[in-house]
Each structure stands twice: as structure tokens, then as C-alpha cells.
């Protein structure tokens, strides 16, 4: 029986076809990230061979991130207090970087999810939230927006970096949320949206080799 007979056979069981599309899209989505990896080293090896790139193009994936992304310091909003550290203690975890806003309704919809995901995942799995000065967030729009909106909603735990200057021109992008998401090791595995933080995606990055 081909895969698209067994699909047909399928098709009056609604539960089982979209569960069958997602555990297929799940690798296929997550293998092209090789291919894309691909086709930008060999741009970014290109590129060193006769003309000078530029930092302000951001790290890419593939790249492991430097040193200094684990050391440098940040502004953390932590419980309405503000605390300066690192990304250091996430070090070892599968660390995904979701840049927000305070305004972007769409990111705020997301945060029970990881909260429940990261719960789930301890000692393998971080988020942290990083809110750029470009997006004219004060702290006190953050502070507002934990306790009147997060508090409903679900994401009070999540960490947050705020008034980010740094992370984000390592990182440019044009829509949020934005996910980055960095192996146990460090490398840099993909850039998606809000629609890959999903269970099955995690899972899938968590266990695989070489993290």
C-alpha cells in the first residue's frame, strides 16, 4: 500500500490524519534546518573568501554562539525586581530565546505554553524571554504586563531579559515572536515562530544526539 492509499484510508478518521500530518511534518521541518544550515555556511564561507562580512548580519544557524553570549550581563526582570546576570546557569539546557513585546498579543498567547513545557522539561529545556529597547518597552510596561496580564494568563515564571540592545542584533528579525534555539552545545539549531514551540518539536530536539 503507498503512503498516499494508506493516507486516503485515513481520511474518514480526522483524528488520526492530523495526527499522522503532524508526526510527519515534525522531522521534515526540523531535518530542513540541515539544508538551510547548509546553504548559509556555504554563503557565509563565500562571502570570507572575497568580500567582508559584517557582524551586524547576525549569527546564523549552524554557528555556535560565542563565548561572550554565555558571559555577558543582562537586566533580568525577576518577581517585580530587576537583577543583572547571565545566561550561564542555562548552559548544558536547550536554551530558546523568545523576543517579545509587552504590546504583541500574539507573544503573551504563547507563555503558559513554555511555562508548562519548561516545568515538564527541568534539567533539559530553558526559556528565556528577551524584550528589546527598540520595541519601547519601559520596565514598568513589563511590570504592568506581568501582573495584569501574565497573571491571568499564565507565563509569571518565564524570565525576562528587558531593555535588550545586545541579544537582539546578534538575533535580527522582522516579526515576533521570534524563537531562537540554541543546542545543549551551544549551536544555533533554528529561527521559527511561535507555531514550533510545540511538545513534539521539543521532544524531537531533546533527543537527539549531539545537543
Keep these: 500500500m503507498t503512503f498516499f492509499n494508506a493516507l486516503a484510508a485515513l481520511w474518514s ?31 557565509r564561507q563565500n562571502g570570507e573568501a572575497g568580500v567582508k562580512v559584517q557582524q551586524s548580519m547576525g549569527l546564523i544557524i549552524g554557528e555556535r554562539v560565542p563565548q561572550d553570549f554565555w558571559t555577558r550581563e543582562h537586566l533580568f526582570y525577576n518577581e517585580g525586581d530587576t537583577v543583572r546576570g547571565t545566561l550561564e546557569r542555562f548552559k548544558g539546557k536547550l536554551l530558546v530565546l523568545d523576543f517579545w513585546a509587552t504590546w ?19 534539567d533539559d529545556l530553558a526559556f528565556v524571554l528577551v524584550n528589546p529597547a527598540k520595541y519601547k518597552d519601559s520596565y514598568a510596561k513589563v511590570n504592568d504586563c506581568y501582573n ?20 537582539v542584533a546578534q538575533f535580527p528579525h522582522y516579526l515576533i515572536p521570534h524563537y531562537v534555539w540554541i543546542s545543549k552545545n551551544g549551536f544555533i539549531k533554528a529561527f521559527t515562530g511561535s507555531g514550533w514551540t510545540l511538545r513534539e518539536a521539543i521532544e524531537f530536539q531533546i533527543s537527539q544526539e549531539g545537543l
Excluded at 14 to 43: G, M
Excluded at 105 to 122: H, I
Excluded at 161 to 167: A, G, S
Design 104 to 122: 504583541c498579543g500574539a507573544c503573551r498567547k504563547n507563555f503558559s505554553n513554555l511555562e508548562s513545557l519548561q516545568k515538564d522539561y527541568p
Design 148 to 167: 495584569n496580564m501574565l497573571s491571568q494568563t499564565g507565563g509569571t515564571t518565564l524570565a525576562s531579559i528587558i531593555l535588550d540592545e545586545q541579544l
Design 13 to 43: 478518521k480526522s483524528k488520526y490524519i492530523y495526527r499522522a500530518f503532524a508526526w510527519l511534518a515534525i522531522p521534515v521541518i526540523l531535518s530542513s534546518y540541515v539544508f538551510v544550515n547548509s546553504a548559509f555556511a556555504q554563503s
